[in-house]
């Protein structure tokens, strides 16, 4: 049973930096074999995809592009999504995803909160 875990949300100023991170669990080739990404769901609105890795291609949304950057930890088996220079309008739930052949699974969220 593939788990992912997300931490490192929390409340900032505009212009702050927060580093999420998503302890993935239940399958050991997860990196190599699934597109990871991170997603994001403001009130209001439909989930949207901020960032994806696989095959050591990344792909950013327009709106992160130079304030966000993906990464992982094989050993740790822990996704990161380091956000630099945040605005208000990054204020959502962001979410950890996993694309696996089989399945697709999803982290439970983590709240960002950025205040002008």
């Known amino acids: 049973q593939v788990q992912l875990v997300e931490s490192g949300g929390g409340s900032v100023q505009a212009g702050g930096t927060l580093k999420l991170s998503c302890a993935a669990s239940g399958y050991i080739y997860i990196f190599s074999r699934c597109r990871m990404g991170w997603y994001r769901q403001a009130p209001g609105k439909e989930r949207e995809l901020v960032s994806s890795t696989s095959g050591g291609t990344t792909t950013y949304a327009d709106s992160v592009k130079g304030r966000f950057t993906i990464s992982q930890d094989n050993a740790k088996k822990t996704l990161y999504l380091q956000m630099n220079s945040l605005k208000t309008e990054d204020t959502a739930v962001y979410y950890c995803?996993?694309?696996?052949?089989?399945?697709?699974?999803w982290g439970q969220g983590t709240q960002v909160t950025v205040s002008s």
């Open positions: 995803m996993a694309q696996c052949p089989i399945n697709t699974y």
